[in-house]
């Protein structure tokens, strides 16, 4: 059954038969229909029986939700009976059935089940939404029965997606098809399919959207006038009973480049006017707005900068024109020279987003966000966690994740992010007692903000097991204590079922990222690649260009001294934090490049050369990719032939992916280098 068709069946309440062959809807994602043969009697006597307490768009969307997912998912549909499934918010539930619920916080839920009566309860209505959706997702998981009692809320309170989708339909760094949201010029979206997308989002606990590509330059400038707000609004009334706000990604230089003010000085009072009048105009089309992204001062897009004010000045000038509306400026930290002299050494790219908004503590608006990438370069395979995190204390902001896969495969090679995302959780910033990522995540960072990895792709992500990576955003944005595996194993149950096939997936998603990183670029080596493309192996590529040095290899050695002596860098984190990255000794080794240069003869943790962990890094990378295709093989005949022969092809290409870069980088270090491979597989020529 191809992925149309099967959507066009479950859509008509058509409940699918497993026998020996799995069916699964790549347009589905992670909402299969399974059948009750894992539910008991009793539980499906209280579904059939769906009482919605309360009135409201969102809550009576929680209804048509639920309804909707036990029909579509489990072929169960309502009747009157003596159990039932009770959903309201917590206080009207306490009241009217003589509950004690304890108050959760915003968003956040409660699911009890006794013999004859389920409860979702909301803190407020979204969160009854939420609620309902972790429900249906247990059903299938095996995690309800009597007696089940589940309280959850979300780690952050903002959980966003960025999409980098442009007016022409294109998306950059987009690796499924084109734009959901635009074509030729023009918003042009398909409403069930934007709803279909909504429902996956909200399913995660996604809670804000931008829609429109961050390096905004001339052509959006047009999403806030009255030509296109009318169709903006429309979207944002797919998304609003979903629980998401929009968000815009504006041009800061928007006054001028609309032809109606002469400047975007932020201190000018006729761009403070503009803006506010401007401000108003959208949100009379949309209410409920979150507000504005804004990318100003990098890569060539206008900003603050070029009128001699601060990135302080700049954003506070646009939130005091969104504050009578409730909105917010996320305003992003990915601020660097991109125009630099490779033959300066002092110039260090990593110290730039600290350099530029650390002194700048305490200078924005209640209402301003800095939206900080986790690492200070640019989503590489390896960098460490930005020393913002932890030190900012006066500032709201959020981290932000790449879900789109730039340097991890682009959606041909598999490359599971969850698992670098639990790395990122378990840092310590050492500032404090519960100072990870992930005990700061709520308390001081407020949540996350993660580039798309969608499109029009009729499995929405290009390949198919790249799924796993939105889902897992959306799960460890609301739970940051969730493993990758227990990730991988919910979603690979979720898509697959209980069967071979989930656990084989299960197994090839967490061998995925440690794999790609092997045949890559290991031990915090950076920009190993083809520029622009930011695909395949180009080991000088970015080395002697305006955007910076990533490497420095010579006949010698290798890496970045980023201690006290060379760069500065290690001085950004704690005190205990930087002792351990100037240390050679202590680093960790992955790493240890990012931090030290070092001689191609250093000897690693396991007694063997740097210059010898490189060659094997890439030999076992290439190996290990053979292997996860063959276990895909083993699947065959297991799986509907459409999911199979399309997850085969992806994994055919990365093997050639990873020969390539095999290939390319042990070789680029034998002749750089003239040392050979100890176990002597190179093939010099």
Known sequence: MGSVNCHTALHNNMALVYGDLMKICEYDCWFQAWGTQHIPASLVAMLENVTIEEQGEIMGWTGAELRRGLRRGFGISQKAGPKETRVGTIGHLNTALNLALPPQKPEGFVIQVTDDRIIIA???????????????????????????RIAEAPAGSHRIINHWDNLDGTVERGYAGNSLFYKDNRIDFDPQRIEDYARLLASVGINRISINNANVRKAAKKLITETYLPDVAKLAAIFRPFGIRLLLSINFASPYLLGE???????????????????????????????????????????????????????????????????????????????QDWRDPSIDRAKAAYDHFMPLDGGFDQNVLLQIKFGPYDFQVREPVSPLFGRLSKTRHIMELQITQEYTGQQIDLCYLPWIW??????????????????????????LAGVSNVGLDQNWTGHTLAQANLYGYGR??????????????????????????????????????????????????????????????????????????????????????????????????????????????????????????????????NNETLIQNIYNAHFEGYEAVEAMRNDWMGLKGKLDETVYTSVLSRLEQQLENAREWRDVINTYFWRKTGIPDAKGRLVYG
């Open 122 to 148: 909301g803190q407020d209505p979204q969160g009854a939404l939420y609620g309902a959706y972790r429900l249906l997702a247990l059903l299938r998981l095996g995690g309800i029965s009597p007696g089940t």
């Open 476 to 605: 460890l944005g609301w739970d940051p204590n969730l493993s990758a595996q227990k990730i991988a194993e919910e979603w690979s149950l979720l898509t697959f079922g209980e069967s071979d096939a989930a656990q084989t997936v299960t197994k090839l998603l967490m061998k995925s990222y440690p794999v790609y990183e092997g045949y890559n670029a290991p031990f915090g080596v950076c920009f190993m690649v083809n520029p622009g493309s930011h695909y395949g192996p180009n080991p000088e590529g970015y080395e002697f260009s305006k955007w910076g040095t990533y490497h420095r290899a010579d006949r010698q050695s290798i890496g970045v001294d980023r201690g006290p002596t060379g760069t500065g860098y290690t001085e950004h984190y704690s005190p205990q934090k930087a002792g351990l990255f100037r240390d050679p000794s202590r680093c960790p080794e992955e790493l240890i490049l990012f931090f030290h240069r070092l001689r191609y003869d250093y000897r690693m943790k």
């Open 261 to 339: 003010v002469s400047t975007a000085d932020p201190l000018d009072p006729a761009v403070q006017d503009w803006w506010k009048a401007r401000s108003e105009v959208i949100y009379r089309y949309i209410p409920d707005l979150a507000g504005f992204v804004v990318k100003a001062d990098s890569e060539f897009e206008p900003g603050p900068f070029q009128y001699g004010r601060t990135h302080a000045q700049g954003a506070n000038m646009l939130a005091a024109a969104l504050k009578p509306h409730g909105g917010e400026v996320i305003w992003r930290c990915f601020v660097y020279n991109c125009t």
């Open 422 to 447: 639990e790395d990122i959780m378990n840092f310590d910033t050492a500032y404090r007692p519960a100072s990870t990522i992930r005990e700061l995540l709520g308390p001081s960072i407020e949540g």
